[in-house]
């Protein structure tokens, strides 16, 4: 054995040695979780509560104790204490204090020498959905991995836009599993030629199986597909597989079976009868969900294999980044696109993702943020459902920055944190949306989007983010900022007139129920006209 690990390590220092590269290292996700806290100081942290309410650390659901932190950051307060005032005072002081606070502390860095990505168009399909015609695209972006060829990184993505729209259209891009919505088949006549080739090629191959066809003489090679449904042949949402059922919703959702049910079509389906495109894009095929991998995927490419350290970016900031790079693509190289009316679209983690995304991706136009919980429009300061401490086990550590790990410490070598000391808070990244479209979704725990995520602590949130969205010339939820006042108004009650929104919907762990709301908010914000009869029945 000793013989063994000794060749091993040879044959890893001749490879270092070879390419000027260290070996990737392989941890577990405990095992990153342990090295971070080592690099930090962190002798122990605070566990995080649990979701089942008869457990002993249950969470809190207890109105009357959910504000330890009453005092939120204040968002248009300098550092030095004075006051933001103009819109110059917010760009140029003020937002780079606060993109600074989230980067050390919450979401981390993004490289400064990012490898560049060679985008290709893998497959283009015409298609019919629901009647509508629409041109599909494969797309994968191979990221330049000349630094560290050890590992690779291909960026995987689906854009379906309609042919029976005019000029450029609006295209919301949503974190999922890229497939085509409904591939086309070869017609009646097509599949006969097929089969007859077919067959000649088997008899060719092996003469003897002439008798089986003979015995045989109705059966094909090549059948039919199914009928497509309404939603085509993969169900209702991006990345269905043919013949599988149609989905209930069209982001994904963190539990599933929970996602709601109602009336609406899929999400896909309303964007493409609005007159919009959709893009579905892999969060797997950019950074693993897990801290096992954060010694590759983008993070690790970029770090040569290496365990990050405590300002490194983490899995949600990696997904935001491969969403404006897509969107960087569509903008460079699809004219069917309006990438001025661009939009990002998740749910859940990927709520959380999105949000980001749009806070610090400028070239978005517009999010719409389902149930994003904790690290996403959740206030952290709030005792309610998830908490800080969940963000800082070894489950989910892997989506934030190493250095956030310090706010659940409660032995370590700089003493205890707690959430009341990070220096910003969620009000804050959504600030940082302003002036863009901004619209915070959620549904009602009855159906499934859990008491966990905490809807009053993010409306408290998109409150309290109002006064930047004033300041620069933009409407807001059009009651006071008082966050610690402001109640959720009843479900159902669209707040839209302003460019951030809110809509709590009476389903569950989905945005699918808030999308028509969405799709004509957006087309009015933007001056677009809604769809007409003729372009949503796709005639």
């Known amino acids: 054995m000793k013989r063994m690990l000794g060749l091993l390590m040879l044959a890893s220092t001749a490879a270092m040695a070879q390419t000027g590269n260290p070996p990737m290292v392989t941890f577990t996700a405990q095992e990153d979780h342990k090295n971070m806290m080592e690099q930090l100081g962190i002798k122990a942290l605070r566990p995080g509560p649990s979701g089942n309410e008869s457990a002993p650390n249950h969470a809190n659901y207890d109105e009357a104790l959910a504000n330890p932190y009453p005092n939120l950051p204040d968002v248009l307060t300098l550092k030095n204490g004075k006051k933001v005032t103009t819109p110059e005072q917010w760009w140029n002081q003020r937002r780079p204090e606060i993109v600074e606070d989230f980067e050390r502390e919450v979401i981390g860095r993004v490289p400064k020498n990012m490898p560049k990505i060679n985008w290709q168009v893998k497959l283009v399909d015409k298609e019919m959905v629901n009647r509508i015609p629409v041109i599909a695209k494969q797309i994968i972006g191979h990221v330049d991995n000349s630094a560290y060829p050890q590992i690779d990184v ?116 309303q964007l493409l009868a ?97 149930s994003s919980g904790e690290g996403g429009a959740k206030l952290h300061r709030r ?91 933009k409407k807001d939820l059009g009651v006071s900022n008082d966050y610690n006042k402001e109640k959720m108004p009843p479900v159902n009650t669209p707040m839209l007139d302003g460019d951030l929104a809110w809509r709590q919907h009476d389903q569950g762990h989905q945005d699918q129920a808030n999308m028509k709301w969405f799709i004509k908010w957006a087309d009015q914000k933007m001056g677009r006209p809604a769809a007409t009869p003729a372009v949503q029945a796709g005639r």
Not at 331 to 348: F, L, M, R, T, W
Request: aromatic fraction near 8%; proline fraction near 9%.
């Open 154 to 269: 291909n960026i995987e993505m689906t854009l379906v836009v309609p042919t029976n729209v005019k000029g450029p259209v609006p295209v919301l891009m949503m974190f999922g599993m890229p497939g085509l919505p409904a591939p086309s088949a070869p017609t009646a006549a097509e599949v006969t030629r097929l089969n007859a080739a077919l067959k000649d090629l088997l008899i060719k191959s092996d003469p003897s199986l002439k008798t089986i066809l003979d015995e045989h003489p109705a059966w094909q090679p090549v059948t039919l597909p199914a009928v497509q449904s309404a939603f085509g042949l993969g169900g209702g949402a991006p990345g269905g597989r043919p013949g599988a059922p149609a989905a209930p919703a069209a982001g994904p959702v963190d539990v599933p079976g929970i996602a709601g049910v109602n009336n609406d079509p899929s999400s896909t389906q």
């Open 274 to 370: 609005a007159g919009w495109g959709y893009c579905t894009i892999s969060t797997a095929s950019i950074q693993a969900d897990n801290g096992a991998g954060l010694t590759r995927g983008i993070i690790g490419l970029v770090n040569k294999g290496q365990p990050r350290k405590p300002e490194d970016w983490g899995a949600l900031r990696a997904w935001a980044w491969g969403a404006g790079r897509a969107l960087d693509y569509l903008e460079a190289k699809e004219p069917a696109v309006d990438a001025k009316k661009v939009g990002i679209e998740g749910v859940s983690r990927y709520g959380k993702a999105a949000l980001i995304a749009l806070a610090f991706e400028p070239k978005f136009n517009m999010a719409l943020v389902g």
């Open 383 to 473: 005792n309610f459902g998830e908490a800080v401490e969940s963000l800082t086990g070894t489950g989910e550590f892997h989506w934030m920055a190493g250095n956030f790990m310090k706010y659940g410490a409660s032995d370590a070598k700089f003493g205890a944190k707690t959430p009341g000391d990070i220096p910003v808070d969620s009000h804050m990244l959504i600030a940082l949306c302003a002036p863009r479209l901004t619209f915070i979704s959620y549904g009602i725990p009855e159906q499934g989007d859990a008491k966990w995520l905490d809807q009053q602590g993010s409306y408290m949130a998109t409150v309290a983010a109002g006064p930047v969205f004033k300041l620069l010339g």
